[in-house]
């Protein structure tokens, strides 16, 4: 076979070049955002704005070094990304936001360009990510230092912050969270809730289902809700109120039990008052000696566990 000139060779590898070309611009456009990237305002505020168009049941990643984080629905099948980052002008030139699409997933990260030394260093700081979702998402967020809060989302939930809040509000969950200095609130919630704190109080109101709470350093207080409780403090009191018995395990280290059900719930009581007395206002079948009860109510059924070594535990209805 006659070898190809110097031209031919040439004119084929330009075509393919004009090719790959075309193909990476392409793949650009495809994946660019809508939306603009940064802005300032008058007082030197950065703001970053992006928005994606997505279907419902994604996925939305939120990664960063600082800041808090809110999430609320929308209508629409729309991604909406606002990030405003305040601060010393050292922190503003440093903290940058980057957000991509991804298939099925919207993943944002924020990030202080400075060694860990360094960030301690950068002058105060403010961070708000204010993030718009469909209805049906699922939410993977992740932040160093601040808050979390969620309201009318529906869909699969983990998240962490080193340093803040938790608060969710009118959520359709199975949720798995914790926080390692900060308090948690759930409101008008149906799902399964596993959440962890080290170093906050705990409370959930009319939450339908299973909930599993654990502190290092706080109270727990439960109110108005139906599900499995687990709840379990080294240093608070606990504080529920169920409309059912569908098994119910609380213990602490360090404070008080006290539980209002209903008469007519069925249950197999035990518990032990270390450094204390237990107490029972229903009608039961069993004792109740030396800070120990064990006992059936209403001829018996899913196990109540509750346990303190400084406090009492109080058993009373709320019907």
């Known amino acids: 076979m006659k070898p190809l000139s110097v031209s031919t060779r040439l004119s084929i590898l330009l075509f393919l070049a ?3 070309g075309a193909t ?3 793949l650009s456009i495809k994946n660019k955002p809508v939306g603009k990237a940064y802005s300032y ?11 994606y168009d997505v279907q419902a049941g994604g996925n939305l990643i939120v990664e960063s ?14 991604v909406s990304v606002t990030v405003v980052a305040r601060g010393s002008e050292r922190f503003i030139n440093r903290f940058t936001v980057e957000s991509v699409q991804e298939g099925a997933d919207i993943k944002v990260l924020g990030r202080v360009k400075q060694s860990h030394f360094q960030f301690f260093n950068s002058g105060w700081t403010d961070v708000l990510f204010d993030i718009k979702v469909p209805k049906n998402f699922n939410l993977n967020l ?5 808050n979390i809060e969620i309201e009318n989302v529906k869909g699969k939930i983990d998240g962490e912050t080193s340093g803040g809040n938790i608060e969710l509000m009118d959520i359709e ?3 798995k969270m914790s926080t390692s200095g900060g308090n948690v609130k759930l409101r008008n919630c149906v799902g399964s809730y596993h959440v962890e704190t080290s170093g906050g109080n705990m409370y959930a109101d009319k939450v339908v289902g299973p909930i599993n709470f654990e502190t290092s350093g706080g109270n727990i207080g439960i109110a108005d809700s139906d599900g499995k ?7 608070g009191n606990i ?16 404070g008080n039990i006290n539980v209002k059900i209903p008469k007519t719930i069925s249950a197999d009581v035990k518990a032990e008052a270390s450094g204390g007395d237990v107490s029972c206002e229903l009608e039961f079948s069993g004792k109740i000696k030396d800070g120990k009860m064990k006992a059936k109510i209403n001829g018996g059924g899913n196990q109540i566990n509750l346990e303190t070594s400084g406090g009492d535990i109080v058993i009373t209805p709320n019907d």
């Open 229 to 235: 409780i687990y709840a379990s403090t080294s240093g």
């Open 24 to 26: 990476m611009i392409a």
């Open 142 to 146: 992740n932040t160093a230092g601040g």
């Open 18 to 20: 004009v090719i790959f």
């Open 65 to 78: 070094d600082v800041g808090n984080i809110t999430i609320s629905s929308v209508e629409e099948d729309k």
């Open 41 to 51: 305002d008058s007082d030197g505020d950065k703001k970053y704005e992006q928005s």
């Open 173 to 175: 969950s199975d949720l």
């Open 239 to 254: 504080d529920i109120s169920l409309a059912d018995n569908k098994g119910i395990d609380l213990s602490t280290s360090g």
